[in-house]
């Protein structure tokens, strides 16, 4: 009875603990939870990207011990999912077995459903609906809180039927062929004698599955439901968490085709369909690579080596598969097959060409790209050329302003200043070259300036020359995780990770603010230290700077705000999971205005400051004498020194404002959500920031009416809180950045 569940694992514990805890969530009785540690490839991983081991038996296990029966086997002398799968099969003991990647996880109690269906309809197979996400299993559930009730009700008419061989290869192969979600009667595998290829590391699940196919007979019953059982998680980590498929390999086609050919070796002559499915499988399988490939590549796609193999996989095809598929893909499988590869070529670079004039007449990075290597590249680097950009080009602002302010005053002309800006008519003193981001002129100062200070990241499609000097001042202590701390990915583009990796690796320096941030730059960033430079926020020079009373004063002149009102600076940060498109985030107010100006308006107004990411307007919820509207102004450092008391949530500038020794209240509305779902952060935010977690309107309001108690009660925190954070900043930190990493 029951069920054997058989994991290989050798990497990735946050994965691991995910598709336990499922198990032991899943309403499972007689089942045995099979783990099969790859020693090799854990060592190799590991190695790879200098993670310590501190026991290589994996505790983890020990804790799940008590509530799941686990056997660790350990895969000697051997290694690849396939020989970690063949070990898990010889020692399962249950009726059926079922196949669970680490990195992935069961929902809800549909394993458990499944099994009541192959117990009671006598089933060979059963297998049931893969949901495909990109989030660890917390936020998947949260998602869909209705799933589990939904799913249990729809179980007696959800559509489960039983399906004949040639259908249930019609559906397994529209996607990846995979053995993941089929439970499989282990008695039924022994009699085959089925096994995985443990010589084939990426594509052992083909020959696997088609087997099962091919050996299959009238009297094996195969149960397919569209119940959602099985969670396939992507990755969105390829650099320290590869999944398979994402792994780069130089003989991944070759590994295919074996695959394919030992595939279609084992379908016997009476299964014709199969064999057709399986073609179809392969023809789209190359076609999908080819045209990922193909673009600026053809001696690589089609090269002599590549053309053999082509042509040996699609030789004994009938070319009746090719009408799956658009009139030149079929003209490129034809030409191929038949070994023509001067034809094939031919039809390549109709496509290539085809493709780059779209590109460079259609699409930015493909035009910044053409024209940086056709054209600027060759141009000189100018030694004395120094561009700017804070925040993509939305503002004359932050850490870039304050360094180019410093080296105007010192250096004037020895330099040549380029800023690039969104809005040519912002006024920047100095009179320096302003350029518009992603426009020609900016592919061509980009090129040619020796100096590049950003604080965000640049183009994607940048490539640093080797003469130039890339410095990023970032824009922040963090607090809540980044890039390569986070597990999920909520923002716009789930390939943040890797672009970030990308651009990173560009940077020649990167500014930290205090000890705190250069340690998790180092492996948030997975970034070297002994780059990070530790000279404090050029933006903090001005909380320090000797005329900060007169400067607050005409900020306030400047938005309107009557002088004889106190001002509390309402700065939010941005929501991943909000958002219109990449980098285009939504603001929603959380605070009700009318309760706080009818307790607060004799004494106080509020100016509102969002995130660099909202695209939202805020003008409608302004100008009633309360509220004043601080997103459009170009320096936020100016608004901290116009504010009296700093309202913020999980947006870092309570690090910056903290040098202003000035009260700070956190409106923390939605805290186990950001914390739980979004983000986590790095400090404890209960115990160890300077100010009072707030999480309604009225908490709030109170905590503005009392404000001198506030800081009474949270003094010693906040002088703890001072003395870890703003250590650094003292008014010369554009100062050190310029003498040590420009001038020196």
Known sequence: MGVSIIIPYHRGEHFLRDCLDSIVESKLEDYEVLIVLDKIALHNRNALHNVKVENEDLLLLEEYKEVLPISKLILQDKTGVAAARNLGLSKASKDYVYFLDSDDYLIHDGLSKMLEL??????????????????????????????????????????????????????LF????????????????????????????????????????????????????????????????????????????????????????????????????LKHLLDRYCCRFLLQNYEKSYHGKKDYVLSESAMEAYSLALKDMNNRVFMNFSKQQQQILAAVKDGKRAKAVKIANKMIMKKKKKGLFGNTIQRARALDKLVFRRLPVKANWVLFESFGGKSYSDNCKYIYEYMLKKYGNDYKYIWVMRDNSIAIPGNPIVIKPNAYKYLYYLARAKYLVFNSRQPIWYNKRKESVFIETWHGTPLKKLVFDMEDVHSA???????????????????????????????????????????????????????????????????????????????????????????????????????????LGEEYILLLRTHYFVVDQVDSLCGDGFVYNGSRYQDITELYLASDICVTDYSSVFFDYANLRRPILFFTYDLEKYREELHGFYIDMETEVPGPLLQTNEELIQALEHINDIEETYKERYNRFYDRFCEVDDGHAAERVVEKLIRG
């Open 493 to 599: 583009s789930l390939t943040h990770k890797e672009d970030f990796y990308k651009v990173s690796r560009k940077w020649d320096y990167l500014l930290s603010d205090n000890a705190f941030s250069t340690e998790v730059f180092e492996h948030a960033f997975l970034y070297d230290k002994e780059k990070i430079v530790e000279y404090g926020y050029p933006r903090n020079d001005l909380l320090y700077a000797d005329d900060a009373h007169e400067i607050a004063k005409k900020v306030k002149q400047k938005l309107g705000i009557p002088l004889d009102k106190k001002v509390i600076l309402y700065a939010p940060t941005w929501r991943d999971d909000e958002f219109y498109s990449n980098g285009k985030y939504k603001f929603s107010l959380a605070i009700d205005i009318n309760q706080m100006k009818q307790r």
């Open 174 to 273: 529209k996607e990846e062929i995979s053995v993941l979600n089929l439970l499989i009667k282990r008695s039924w595998l022994q009699d085959t004698e089925l096994q995985f290829d443990e010589v084939n590391q990426l594509y052992t699940d083909i020959s696997f599955v088609t087997g099962m196919l091919a050996r299959s007979t009238a009297d094996n019953i195969w149960i397919g439901t569209c119940m959602k059982t099985y969670a396939k998680r992507s990755h969105n980590d390829t650099i320290q968490y590869p999944s398979l498929s994402q792994i780069k390999a130089d003989n991944r086609m070759e590994q295919f085709f074996d695959a394919f050919a030992s595939s279609k070796s084992c379908i016997g002559a009476n299964k014709e369909v």
């Open 118 to 171: 192959a117990y009671s309809l006598e089933a060979t197979v059963v297998y049931g609906a893969m949901c495909p996400t990109w989030f660890k299993r917390y936020t998947f559930l949260k998602s869909d809180e209705q799933m589990k009730d939904r799913d249990s009700r729809e179980i007696a008419s959800v559509e489960t039927k039983r399906y004949d061989v040639c259908d249930v290869a019609d559906q």
